[in-house]
């Protein structure tokens, strides 16, 4: 992969251009995008945002939102915007498995494509791109990459809001390791501009349904074990608990978080029953690094403190294997 200044030739005339990002995506992932959508627009570009599957309803708010793509919902209108593309942008993810349904045709593609992502352990099938771990989220590199290009005057109240939908999201609201300092001057430079920072925290997080309000008390109260002997907590979603309270897409976020409020819990794990797979997501506090603990038992991946994985074998089988290793590996 050559790095991302390496494509700046191929953005200095007019192109179609195809974004996309991860299955179920987060507000990263969706911040990150329809930032990079709204800049390459404004540099006369014609950008297609493609997400890959259904955008949770806290979300459905953001600036652009109107002119993504669900692929799940309009498959050939999304596999013909990547087949007339000129060049393929990829944010907050790096292994092309990611995006569930999209994988082989991207994988097929012969356009040279972009990587924008901050995960580790990139796949080598990109032509261009940027991966650092060390940063807090897409939005992040998306704003870098507006900087590197001398474009700063160009974040306007759109991207903005989608800058800083990533960035907050993806901190935890500011209280991950991961917040640096440069993401509080990023955030200062977003407020310059005017960002109202208090209608993105109400839109993102105190817009529930009463029906997921109570459903997390279902959650805390029902589903969750907490192991204080290996300083550890799950909880466990079959599909029936979520059929319970008829969860809609991204009811389940940050539900894994809940359990590191806990004094001494330093992993949290979620177990979700999904209609053609298991999926798990981790949480740690602290030196425990989760990334290689999914990447080892769960084939999956992603940041030293955050990451998540999957299993093809029975919701019950999943959870009695994550306790036999829970007992095995005794987190700190």
């Known amino acids: 992969m050559q790095p991302i200044q390496d494509a700046f030739h191929l953005l200095q005339t007019p192109k179609k251009i195809f974004i996309t990002t991860h299955h179920k995506p987060d507000g990263d992932a969706i911040g990150s995008m329809l930032a990079l959508y709204h800049y390459l627009t404004k540099k006369g570009h014609s950008v297609t ?3 890959p599957g259904e955008v949770p309803d806290f979300l459905m708010w953001m600036p652009g939102i ?19 593309a000129d060049i ?14 999209l994988t082989q045709q991207l994988s097929d593609t012969t356009q040279p494509k972009i990587l924008i992502d901050h995960h580790l352990f990139p796949k080598p099938v990109w032509d261009y ?20 290009n001398q474009d700063n005057e160009l974040i306007d109240l759109d991207i903005a809001a989608c800058l800083y939908t990533g960035l907050m999201t993806d901190t935890g609201s500011f209280k991950f390791p991961a917040t640096t300092a440069s993401v ?8 310059h501009r005017g960002l109202d920072h208090t209608r993105i925290h109400e839109e993102v997080y105190d817009s529930w349904s009463e029906g997921r309000m109570r459903f997390l008390g279902y959650v805390l109260i029902e589903k969750m074990e907490v ?33 590191l409020s806990i004094a001494g819990i330093h992993f949290a794990t979620l177990i979700t029953e999904r209609s053609d797979e298991v999926k798990l997501s981790f949480r740690s506090k602290g030196d425990f690094d989760v990334s290689a603990f999914a990447k080892q038992y769960f084939d999956g991946g992603g940041h030293f403190n955050a990451s998540g994985g999957r299993t093809k074998t029975s919701f019950i089988d999943t959870i009695a294997y994550f306790k036999k290793i829970l007992s095995d590996i005794h987190p700190q």
Request: aromatic share 8%.
């Open 49 to 51: 945002p493609v997400s």
């Open 88 to 101: 393929i942008f990829c944010v907050d993810f790096n292994d092309l498995s990611r995006t569930k349904h």
């Open 184 to 191: 509080h001057t990023m955030a200062a430079d977003l407020k």
């Open 129 to 148: 791109g940027v991966c650092i771990p060390e940063k807090s989220s897409a939005s992040e590199m998306v704003y870098d990459f507006i900087n590197i």
């Open 227 to 259: 192991f204080h002997k290996y300083n550890a907590a799950l909880i466990s979603l079959s599909r029936k608990d979520q059929n319970l309270f008829n969860t809609q897409n991204g009811d389940t976020e940050g539900l894994v978080n809940y359990p």
């Open 66 to 84: 109107v002119n993504m793509l669900n692929h799940e919902e309009r498959p050939a209108d999304s596999l013909a915007a990547l087949a007339e």
